[in-house]
């Protein structure tokens, strides 16, 4: 079985900046993809950002490149999501999730975290 928990969201102001993290724990050896998605209220879930666990390759949605950056900790089995200069429009319930390739499509990710509130104040 595969747990994953998300920890730092919060609320901030814009241009503010926080730092998700994301535990993974269980059977995750043949999983290499961890991503970052999210979902504002009345929308439906986006892809954030994703990375290679065994190399470190990393993917970034359009929307937030230049300001978020994923990394991960293979000894602590945690990826973080930092996130700068954050705007109003970065408000949503962010989730990780854990799958097999580094791909951008959610359907392609097999294990999900409960979700952390990150709420940016204009």
């Known amino acids: 079985q595969v747990q994953l928990v998300e920890s730092g969201g919060g609320l901030v102001q814009a241009g503010g900046s926080l730092r998700l993290s994301c535990a993974a724990s269980g059977r995750t050896f043949n999983r290499d993809a961890m991503g970052w998605f999210r979902q504002a209220p009345g929308k439906e879930r986006e892809f954030v950002a994703a990375?290679?666990?065994?190399?470190?390759?990393?993917y970034y949605a359009d929307s937030v490149k230049g300001r978020v950056a994923i990394s991960r900790d293979n000894a602590k089995s945690t990826v973080y999501l930092q996130m700068d200069s954050l705007k109003a429009e970065d408000t949503a319930v962010y989730y990780c999730?854990?799958?097999?390739?580094?791909?951008?499509?959610?359907?392609?990710?097999?294990?999900w975290g409960q979700g952390t509130q990150v709420t940016v104040s204009s």
């Open positions: 990375i290679s666990r065994s190399i470190g390759i990393t």
């Open positions: 999730a854990l799958g097999r390739l580094l791909v951008v499509t959610q359907s392609q990710y097999d294990y």
